[in-house]
Each structure stands twice: as C-alpha cells, then as structure tokens.
C-alpha cells in the first residue's frame, strides 16, 4: 500500500509518523520549500500560537525550547522543521511540487504535479490544513496604492518600517497580534476596524529555566499540565458556554466586559471597541497588550472600516484619507478550501468542486461519499475553534489508522455511504442552532449560512470514532497486489 499525503503542515507531518510507525510507504506533497504548513507561510511580527504550547506539541515529539507559554511563531516554524527532520519524515517530502490534481483510475489515485508529473497511490489524504489561501479584500482602488502592501501571510521583511505610516486592515487574531507588536516597537499604526472583535486578555509569561526542568520530569510534567489546565477552566470557562445558553455564557460575557473595562478607562473608546455581536460567536483572539497598546499615542484605530484605496492611502467609511506609506492586510483566509485549487475527480468524474456546490460537509470531518480512500484532515466540521489541531489529529489520525488496517486486511477501498454522511451532517446541523456559533455571521459559515464547526464537546469528538461503523462505508475494488491480503 502507498499513501500520497498533500501538504508538509502538522497534520502531514502527524500521518506520516504514524504510517512510518505501522510501515507503510507514504510520500508528501509539498508545495512550499519547507515544511511547516501555515506557520512555515506566516512570518509576520507578533505572531504567536494562542493556546498553550504544551497543547501545541505532539505528546510523542515533546520539547523544552518553548520560551512562552504561548510560543512565538518562530519556535512552532522550528519545532515542525525539526520534527521533519528528526524522525526521517523530511526523506519523504517532494517540496515545491503542488498536487494539481488527483483522479481516480482503475482502483487508484494519480496524482499530477506541474509539467504533467503522475504518481499513482492507494490512499490519498488532503493534509492541506484550512490556513492556505489568503482571502484578499477586493477593496475599490486596490492595485492603484504607491506604497508596499501584503496580505499577513506573506510579509514582506525586505521592507523597513521605520519611519513609515502603517494601515492595518483587520480585527482576527493575525490583525490583532501585528497592531500589537507593532505598536509596542513605537511605529505609527493605524487599524482599520470594520467590526470590533471580543479580545482575550491573556498574559504570555515566559517559561522559566526551573519550569523547562521540571517538564524533563514526567511526573512533575504531569502536575505541571494539570496545573495548565486548571488555568485554562479558570480564564476560558468549560467548554459549555459556546455550546448552550445559559448562566455560564452570561457570566463568561460579564468577565469580558469587566475586563474590556478595566483595560480602556476612556468611556468613548470603551464604547467603540465593544462587539455588537454575542460573545464567543467569532473566534476570539488572545493578546496580552492590544488594548493597552491602541491607545498609545502613535496607535489610532479607525471605526468604520475601508471605503476604498487610492494612491497615497486609505479613505475610510467616513471619506476621511488616510496617507500610508505601507498596508498590510489581515483579512485572514478562505477556510472552505480545503485542499483545493487541486481538482479532484472521483470514480463516474464526480469532482470535489460538484460535490460541494451548495456548500462544503464530510464524514465525520475525515471522509467524502463517492471518493474512495481519499480522506481530509481536518475537514468540514472539525473542531477547528474549540479543540488544540494536536487533540483533533489524535482522534482522525487514529480513526484513519483504523480504515487503513481495514482496507489492508479486507483488499478494497472505502468510502463513507452518502446516507452515512447525510445522517452524520445531520446531527451537526441540528445541534448548530442552539450554540454560540450559530448568532453571527463568521469565517466557520458557508455560502448556505451554516456555521461549519463542531458543535458539541471533546469526549463527543473522541467518541464519534468509537462508535463510527463499517456499515458506513462502501467498498470499491482497490488495484491488484497492493490490496491482495495474502501480500498484506
């Protein structure tokens, strides 16, 4: 059996371990010149992972590098290049080759590379992560600014900013965080808020030489994460109060306006900054100092949003200009990709694209009816927002390892039944109304209005594996030999 993977980010480099692990021969397809994924792409200052590290890394592959609780994104670029290169995983990437197509042929998948390179696998796995394709605004007058301009994940570090007049358009976590450091390092920042978001304070103490220790330890290690734990419960409440009304929800709603409050005295500002939207129904960015540092005196956020752009700058909803020397823009990413612009095209020239035409849905956020053994990490209605990416790919990767050993005993391929899938979404869809995600527009919802996340709690995630069945998928002939069990 071989295994095609797309994409070197951290949900390919978690299948290649464990298929390393199980031998099985797998080859990734990275696009990029290293890997890494999203934070190999996204380089911009002040970026940092916003849950706590330790619930970053792998449980297998642990270090003791971290700086900060919450770690630079420098450090989590590192930790992914090293864990390439560490157990051998680097050997089986094919960097800067992008899968521009995987077709379904007589019990396989070709894949075709740039210049009409074809590789033919058994299971293919759309690692691609939902971080890949920047969203760029479509503002009037775009292409027309005089000035250098970006989108986040593309920085362009060749450029000095002393000196300069920088726009930020943006209020997510990639916008909140380069405001932020910017800020703080003394350049003139304006940000360009079209909505004001729910911002978390969060502290990011570093990690002392006595801590770094203490991890090394296992038992100590342990107490250490309960310890961590313990703090999450205590700053981001249980899991309960994005999933149902209720008094947690309405405390936890008191506790950010208490502390938005405590941050900005100024009464007017307060007032500007403060969300019309409930509480917890966009993904909430963390940051120790947004709130101190906007009202820095060379920090202005502008309400409002962007009308349009002209050579020299930004004219705001209000027609006031804006003169810029620099705009980045941090309109963060299409998270209904997915693997695509790669095509793909299954048995009968069923194509992803058709299949999800009235909007994005999988298995159980891993499978797709009609396409056997092809397979997603990290797919519609994943708990993308509400459970560490490592936690996620513990209970997919284990479930995928599972239909592997399946299709390796029984010689064919798999695909989820439509009605399994139809019933799977159904659940989903029904229990979106009732949670948090459902009161406002956000980057989880698709072209039909459903929030496409996962609505219901860890130990339910870890449990939709357990009790998924066979009979929810159908069998296609796999090619020859390679599905022969005798040779299995």
């Not at 680097?90 to 007589?106: C, G």
């Not at 916008?175 to 800020?183: A, F």
């Not at 939207?277 to 963390?286: A, V």
Request: hydrophobic letters at 40%.
């Amino acid at each position: 059996m071989r295994v095609g993977i797309i994409g070197a980010g951290m949900s390919g480099l978690f299948l290649a371990h464990h298929l390393a692990a199980a031998g099985i021969d797998y080859t990734i397809f990275e696009k990029r010149e290293a890997a890494g994924g999203t934070w190999h792409d996204n380089t911009y200052p002040g970026l940092h992972v916003d849950v706590i590290t330790r619930s970053y890394e792998f449980s297998f592959a642990r270090k003791h590098y971290w700086t900060k609780r919450y770690a630079p994104g420098s450090e989590i670029r590192r930790y992914l290049t090293d864990f390439a290169v560490e157990t051998g995983i680097r050997e089986h990437i094919r960097f800067r080759t992008e899968v521009q197509l995987a077709t379904w042929e007589e019990g396989a998948w070709t894949l075709t590379s740039p210049g009409g390179v074809t590789e033919r696998f058994d299971v293919v796995v759309a690692a691609t992560g939902f971080l890949h394709v920047p969203k760029r605004p479509a503002f009037p007058g775009t292409e027309t600014f005089a000035g250098h301009s970006w989108h986040s994940s593309e920085w362009d570090h060749s450029v000095d900013l002393k000196g300069k007049r920088i726009g930020v358009v943006g209020t997510g976590s990639s916008g909140i965080q380069i405001v932020s450091e910017l800020g703080k390092r003394g350049h003139h920042v304006e940000h360009f808020i079209r909505t004001p978001q729910w911002i978390q304070v969060k502290e990011n103490p570093k990690i002392s030489l006595l801590e770094k220790l203490l991890l090394r330890v296992p038992a100590l290690a342990g107490h250490w994460d309960r310890k961590m734990a313990a703090l999450r419960l205590e700053t981001d409440g249980s899991e309960t109060w994005r999933l149902v009304p209720g008094p947690e929800r309405e405390e936890m709603n008191a506790r950010f306006r208490a502390k938005l409050a405590e941050e900005i005295p100024d009464p007017v500002l307060r007032e500007q900054l403060t969300p019309k939207e409930p509480l917890g129904c966009k993904r909430i960015p963390k940051s120790p100092d947004y709130y101190r540092v906007v009202q820095r005196p060379n920090v202005t956020p502008v309400f409002g949003g962007v009308q349009r752009i002209e050579p020299a700058g930004i004219v705001d909803s209000e027609g006031e200009r804006h003169e810029l020397d620099v705009i980045v823009f941090a309109t963060g990413f299409d998270t209904h990709a997915y693997m695509r612009p790669m095509g793909v095209v299954g048995p009968e020239g069923l194509t992803v694209d058709k299949l999800w035409a009235e909007g994005v849905y999988s298995y159980r956020g891993v499978g797709l009816p009609g396409f056997p053994n092809f397979f997603l990490l990290n797919g519609p209605f994943a708990p993308v927002n509400s459970i560490a990416i490592p936690t996620c790919l513990r209970d997919e990767v284990g479930f995928l390892m599972r239909l592997i050993e399946t299709m390796q005993q029984e010689g064919y391929a798999l695909a989820p039944t439509e009605e399994a899938t139809q019933a799977f979404c159904g659940t989903v869809r029904a229990a979106l109304p009732d949670t948090t995600y459902s009161l406002c527009d956000n980057w989880y919802t698709d072209q039909g209005g459903t929030p496409i996340i996962w609505p219901f709690t860890r130990a339910q995630h870890v449990d939709q594996y357990a009790d998924a069945s066979l009979a929810d998928f159908e069998r296609f002939e796999g090619r020859g030999a390679l599905f022969d069990p005798a040779q299995s």
